[in-house]
């Protein structure tokens, strides 16, 4: 199994840019969650995904902020137009079963630094 | 919501040593409890997790404890070596299906 597989692993860009993060789940697994994490707020959950329809996406930031998820294996994370303060580790992960007792599983992460 | 909370933020032991993380959380509904451990750098690993039915469990060098009633539970890591060193971070689990992290303890373990 690959695991979670998350691209690019680092994007640098200017402010103003748009910014597309991609995340493939792990196979089987029917629910994926997409994480900020950063030294000063930690890790947040941003949105979360059951069988590709959004659940709870009260953590994304602002309207600037969306996320996709068109099929089972594919979902993407984008900032339109990024700023400074995105500036973080973006994480993806994926779980096998809705409800309770199964762990998360965490993709590489995404880098990103907005100048 | 659910608010778990993690103790201490830093802490430095000598190779050999135990270390003990604690968490607490405050959704009683809460019922799985995973531990992550972090390398600089890296994502986020499960290395133990436990379920509300059960008291204690135990891998090798590494346990986690849950009380229930106190809601709150820790992680032990016995014989610790400095490959141990990472940033560990406690979540809770409720019925929601969110997970809910603590703010993570950087853990250095001195040669």
């Known amino acids: 199994d690959a695991g979670v597989i998350q691209s690019p692993r680092h994007e640098v860009t200017e402010m103003g840019q748009e910014v597309t993060l991609r995340c493939k789940p792990i196979?089987?697994?029917?629910?994926l969650f997409w994480y900020r994490q950063t030294m000063m707020r930690g890790l947040e959950l941003l949105i979360y995904?059951?069988?590709?329809?959004?659940?709870?996406d009260s953590g994304m930031p602002e309207d600037r902020f969306s996320a996709k998820m068109p099929n089972a294996s594919f979902s993407t994370l984008k900032i339109q137009p990024s700023e400074p303060r995105d500036s973080a580790v973006y994480f993806c992960?994926?779980?096998?079963?809705?409800?309770?007792?199964?762990?998360?599983?965490f993709g590489n992460g995404t880098r990103l630094t907005v100048t | 919501g659910e608010n778990v909370e993690q103790h201490p933020s830093t802490l430095s032991v000598q190779e050999g040593d135990s270390a003990v993380i604690k968490c607490t959380y405050s959704?009683?509904?809460?019922?799985?409890f995973p531990w992550y451990k972090q390398e600089l750098g890296k994502r986020p690993q499960l290395i133990i997790d436990?379920?509300?039915?059960?008291g204690e469990k135990k891998d090798q060098r590494i346990a986690v404890t849950l009380n229930k009633t106190a809601k709150h539970f820790s992680l032990h890591i016995t014989e610790t070596q400095p490959e141990d060193s990472a940033v560990y971070f406690c979540?809770?689990?409720?019925?929601?299906?969110?997970?809910?992290f603590g703010t993570g303890t950087s853990l250095t373990v001195i040669p």
């Open positions: 959704d009683s509904a809460s019922n799985y």
């Open positions: 992960a994926s779980k096998n079963r809705m409800g309770v007792g199964s762990p998360l599983h």
């Open positions: 979540a809770a689990q409720n019925t929601g299906n969110q997970f809910y």
């Open positions: 995904f059951n069988n590709n329809v959004p659940i709870d």
């Open positions: 196979s089987g697994h029917n629910s």
């Open positions: 436990i379920r509300s039915n059960v």
